[in-house]
């Protein structure tokens, strides 16, 4: 098991920052991707990016030039460094862990953060 606790969420204005960070503990496999979800009311969750353990990190297009994920393999956590946030941005934001387990890729979630960007 992968426990995932996630914190820096928050209310912010349009144009402003915030830092989301995870950290995981448990059987965190030598193979994994770690990487940020989203869901807005009413709207399916979406990947926002994911980072595996060496590489590069894989952005969707609406986060593109705004926000930077990065991880520290050796605390296990990951974060979500969020700029020029828009009102759009507005969602539940989770962090989740891919483990590579015997041949197939099990997925543990964290309880999720609001964030809401508004005036």
């Known amino acids: 098991q992968v426990q995932l606790v996630e914190s820096g969420g928050g209310l912010v204005q349009p144009g402003g920052s915030l830092r989301l960070s995870c950290a995981a503990s448990?059987?965190?496999?030598?193979?994994?991707?770690m990487g940020w979800y989203r869901q807005a009311p009413g709207k399916q969750r979406e990947s926002v990016a994911v980072?595996?353990?060496?590489?590069?990190?894989n952005y969707a297009d609406f986060v593109k030039g705004r926000f930077t994920i990065s991880r520290d393999n050796a605390k296990n956590t990951v974060s979500l460094q969020m700029n020029s946030l828009k009102p759009e941005d507005t969602a539940v934001y989770y962090c989740n862990v891919r483990n590579w387990v015997r041949g197939s890729w099990i997925d543990y979630w964290g309880q999720g953060t609001q964030v809401t960007v508004s005036s």
């Open positions: 448990g059987s965190i496999g030598s193979i994994n991707v």
């Open positions: 980072l595996g353990r060496v590489g590069m990190a």
